[in-house]
């Protein structure tokens, strides 16, 4: 069955120091990869997506993220830190053959330390 | 830019109450979603439209349901609400030729008292 796992249910980071947020799926084929951020009160919003190609790809806001097929993973990486990165951050794939559906990951909150 | 708007942003009803939540779009998009997003639980998909008067179930239906008359317009019932059903609730919507990227609304926390 297809799933997605975020690992890490809350991370603690630094201003100013690296970020990564683990993202693990299963999927039977090649998917389509998704990572959201959430503001506090607010809707998500696309930070970055990953369809073929280039397995390393580059989002809004200075976030990347890595498609690693042999570790079935989508992990987003962010070099520096800043205060307004606090968010809780989604990991999705879909659509599903056939279907619009999409699996979203159970989400990691990100804190960001002065 | 795409907007994606939500009736509320808070409701508070009451057990037994028939509550519509409302999402309009304003790209023309197909599809458009109904999730509910509760803590440690992510975003659970209740319904999706892909036309107007077309839908399809999504992983937790029970309880709701929903109705798209006209294509920006995509409507999420209670019939009869209960206390379990105290969560936010986000819609999105979709273009086919967006590569699939979803766009959100703000959400609605609702509160069934």
């Known amino acids: ?114 | 830019d795409v907007k994606v708007t939500q009736s509320s942003r808070y409701l508070v009803k009451r057990t037994g109450e028939k509550v519509f939540l409302e999402c309009v779009q304003d790209m023309d998009h197909e599809n458009m979603f109904w999730y509910r997003q509760d803590p440690g639980l992510g975003l659970r998909l209740i319904y999706f439209s892909y036309d107007v008067k077309m839908k399809e179930k999504g992983d937790i239906p029970e309880g709701y349901s929903v109705s798209r008359e006209k294509k920006e317009r995509f409507s999420l019932i209670l019939e009869s609400a209960s206390t379990n059903q105290t969560s936010m609730y986000l819609c999105a919507s979709l273009a086919v030729s967006s590569y699939n990227e979803q766009f959100f609304g703000p959400g609605t926390r609702l509160t069934v008292l």
């Open chain 1, 1 to 114: 069955a297809q799933s997605v796992t975020q690992p890490d249910i809350h991370i603690t980071v630094s201003e100013g120091a690296s970020l990564e947020l683990r993202c693990n799926y299963s999927y039977g084929a090649t998917p389509y990869l998704f990572w959201y951020v959430q503001s506090p009160g607010q809707g998500l919003q696309l930070l970055l997506k990953y369809f073929s190609g280039d397995t390393l790809v580059q989002g809004i806001k200075g976030f990347e993220a890595e498609f690693k097929r042999s570790q079935s993973s989508f992990n987003l990486r962010k070099p520096s830190v800043h205060w307004s990165d606090a968010a809780e951050y989604f990991c999705a794939v879909g659509p599903f053959s056939g279907t619009y559906k999409y699996i979203f990951g159970t989400g990691t909150r990100l804190k960001v330390l002065a």
